[in-house]
């Protein structure tokens, strides 16, 4: 068997743009994962018990169920209830963005669990209500811990996004597919869709560090 | 100022306090001491609800602490002291004492600042306004925990053990503040183990055992003549 190395310097350009939309996928769940985690993760420990359960079942249902599973209710079920056709972009985003957003709230959960419960006691003591209190002096400090948890988050659902291939969406995954059904370069291209995917999760992983050790000395 | 009608709070199957009957007026300055798990730091958090009584009636300032709108009403002329500081570690110590004279009382951010700035004249931290708490010690933790209060303009200030967590030669410069407040006439109930402090600068002393007030009066007639066994019996073991 030989490796053809120019298989793999024809196709480079191609997989990176592949690799550009898997960032772009992945950027944009992470945000709105982040905005759901966040409010999930206060729900889940408010005191306003039907919030409460409603958070629980959300995280419940999304952690106890494949994503691949979740991205083919998004995209093939959804339509036949709303009767219309869902974009391949915004299906992968959302179901992406939702499924991080049950992971995101126990990471803030246990972040704002970790914080001294002085602190809410000293912001109700002030007068602050209770949404004062966690906006202004525990979310702010939660931050802080959940960093490098929220860092394995992102890894986790970059390399996740591949799943979105199954819907025809062309990040990096399907772009090597395709490559491959074309060209019939299995070893070459599935080599270098791996490589990619590691230069990309270690260099968030490095950032992450870098982060963590500038947040630590603020 | 303050005054609790049959308070009881439980916690499970322990009842903590068992009827509590008291009644603070303005400017006066109540010390409460008392072993520990006698109930006299759960006894002043109920004046806040930070600790919600199971049954009894709580009025501070003319609000009776029930529901959410009266408790934040109230929690806003009531400073609170904790044992452990509670300053908010992520913003400086100015930022600590303007938080909530900005968002509760909805001043500017100059009044609030020219406030705190004041107060920290007052407590001898002017220096410190660009601190953050960790960078300090425990006892200008505790003036700036004092400064922070105080900015709300309180009625009532409650003191929850405030030098208890502080190394011997730092109890002096907190309890050196609390006693010129009790000067300017500030109302303050105060949960201490410190007995030279509870003589000199309470009006009123309060042992509390087992949930229950076992005995009150003026401080010096309490200490040198105590009527109740069981104060005696304290006494006998601290003094």
Redesign the interface.
Known sequence: MSFNFDLVIQSFPLLLLGAGITIKITALSVGLGMIIGMFVGIARISHVTPLRMLAAVYIDFLRGTPLLVQIFLIYFALPLMLDQRVDPFVAAITACGINSGAYVAEIFRAGIQAI?K??M?????????WV?TMR??IV??AF?NIVPPLGNEFIALLKDSSLVSVIGFEELTRRGQLIIARTYGSLEIWLSVAVIYLVMTLAISRLVAYMEKRLKTS | MIDIKDLRKSFEDHEVLKGINLHINPKEVVVIIGPSGSGKSTLLRCM?M?EEPTSGKVVVDGIELNGEANI??A??E???V?Q?F?????MTVLQNIT??PM??RKISKEEAEKTAMELLNQVGLADKAGAYPPQLSGGQQQRVAIA??LA?KPKVMLFDEPTSALDPEMVKEVLDVMKSLADKGMTMAIVTHEMGFAREVGDRLLFVDEGQIIEQGPPKEVFDNPKEERTRLFFSKIL
């Open positions: 001294d002085g602190q006691e000293a912001g109700r003591s002030l007068g602050m209500t004062q202004y002096i702010p400090q802080k | 806040n930070l934040n009403k929690r806003e009531i400073g609170m904790f452990r509670n300053l908010f570690p992520h938080l909530a968002k509760v922070r209060a709300m």
